[in-house]
């Protein structure tokens, strides 16, 4: 006969496990997408956590480090949990109705939670207050191929401008917001001097709505580091942040970046509820499967390296293009995507004790024409008011 206190261990392991990451549910970046079931789900959820069966097991064993005979006996009590008219086995801890409903949906917060984290495991965090080292890391990811992009504070999420105000349970669209662009009057003082807005010139459009008035559809990397690093360093609007928040320079390695929009491209960005319900998703949409849920939450994007105005010259800008995506809180989870390389390069510098700015002059120093102001006005520069 089987050792009843290796199930009850195993159950105990399994029930401490979801505690904990219900207390990291508010994390950040990557906890804002565990998506914990409520318990109230019920059996509603049950065939598709019975068609995906081996699968959950092997991602709670694989977060719970369950091995050997641990992970033998949480499949045998994930198989007991799912069949309601099941004998209980005498070596079983005791578990009714409601608690095996509970094992059930805790296994499939688990093994979602942990899909998040295999998938975060690809992105590469540096943390470093050395000047030297944080300069020769970029240095290394520029040679090989990475686009930057550099915040004054490492809570920023990657969000073009135009969806950070998105809120929750709504979806914006392209046709939604040229409506806005019309209502306010900036669309009409566009095609006063530039021409009419049409799918030949969106693209243009857009970037230079991009950098006139950081409201578009995109969002700006570079393929220089030295432009993020000033950008992340440089007091900028929030003067808040750049005194009291740590900088970060996001690098992104992008398969086959396009030199324009494909003909006829549209996008939809939703904000999810802060209480989502994940149980109701997976019904709703009928997803058999939670690569298809991953799949459906992976970013879909095109990066554009075209240069079309003095700004994106001088700045060697590189758009990115959301075309559909799911905004979780304050971030988007780029880190499900494939076919990226991610690196995050943090700064603990606060402007306390003026250590910004002390990073910032000894990089200005060889540096000038990669200052704030040189940057938004390339004609101070070249024109050497700078």
Not at 19 to 35: H, N, Q, T, V
Not at 145 to 164: E, M
Not at 180 to 203: A, H, M, P
Not at 288 to 294: G, N, P, Q, T, V
Request: glycine share 6%; aromatic share 14%; net charge positive.
């Amino acid at each position: 006969m089987a050792d009843r206190s290796l199930y009850q261990k195993t159950l105990e392991s399994f029930h401490q496990h979801f505690r904990a990451l219900s207390e990291a549910k508010s994390g950040g970046d990557l906890s804002s997408f565990y998506f914990l079931v409520p318990e109230t789900s019920g059996s509603k959820i049950i065939p598709f956590l019975t068609t995906n069966r081996d699968e959950i097991v092997r991602l709670v064993c694989s977060a719970c480090k369950f091995t050997g005979e641990r992970a033998s006996a949480f499949a045998e009590i994930f198989e007991f949990a799912l069949t309601e008219k099941a004998h209980r086995p005498e070596y079983f801890p005791r578990l009714g109705q409601k608690g095996r409903r509970r094992i059930c949906v805790r296994a499939l917060s688990i093994a979602w939670a942990q899909i998040v984290r295999e998938s975060y495991s690809c992105v590469s965090i540096i943390k470093t207050s050395d000047y030297g080292e944080a300069t020769k890391e970029l240095s290394r990811l520029g040679e090989k191929g990475y686009v930057f992009r550099g915040d004054t504070s490492y809570h920023y999420g990657l969000i073009p401008s135009c969806f950070r105000g998105l809120d929750e349970g709504k979806s914006l669209d392209q046709e939604t917001l040229l409506k806005i662009y019309r209502n306010s009057g900036v669309l009409k003082r566009y095609e006063d001097y530039f021409g009419t807005v049409n799918q030949d010139t969106l693209q243009q459009f857009y970037e230079y709505m991009q950098h006139s008035m950081s409201f578009s559809p995109s969002l700006d990397f570079t393929d220089r580091w030295e432009v993020a690093f000033s950008f992340a360093l440089c007091r900028g609007a929030n003067l808040s942040d750049y005194a009291n928040r740590p900088a970060k320079i996001t690098a992104i390695h992008f398969e086959n970046p396009e030199e324009s929009l494909p003909k006829g491209w549209d996008f939809k960005v939703t904000k999810l509820k802060s209480d989502f319900n994940f149980a109701d998703y997976i019904i709703k949409e009928g997803f058999h499967s939670l690569a298809e849920i991953k799949d459906r939450l992976t970013p879909r994007f095109h990066v554009i390296k075209s240069k079309d105005n003095d700004r994106m010259k001088i700045q060697s800008g590189i758009l990115v293009f959301l075309e559909q995506a799911y905004i979780v809180g304050n971030y988007l989870p780029w880190f499900f995507a494939s076919n990226i390389s991610i690196s995050e390069i943090r700064l603990p510098l606060v402007e306390i004790g003026k250590r910004k700015r002390k990073f910032m002059d000894e990089f200005l120093k060889k540096n000038r024409q990669y200052s704030y102001d040189c940057l938004m006005d390339p004609y101070k520069y070249i024109g050497g008011m700078q």
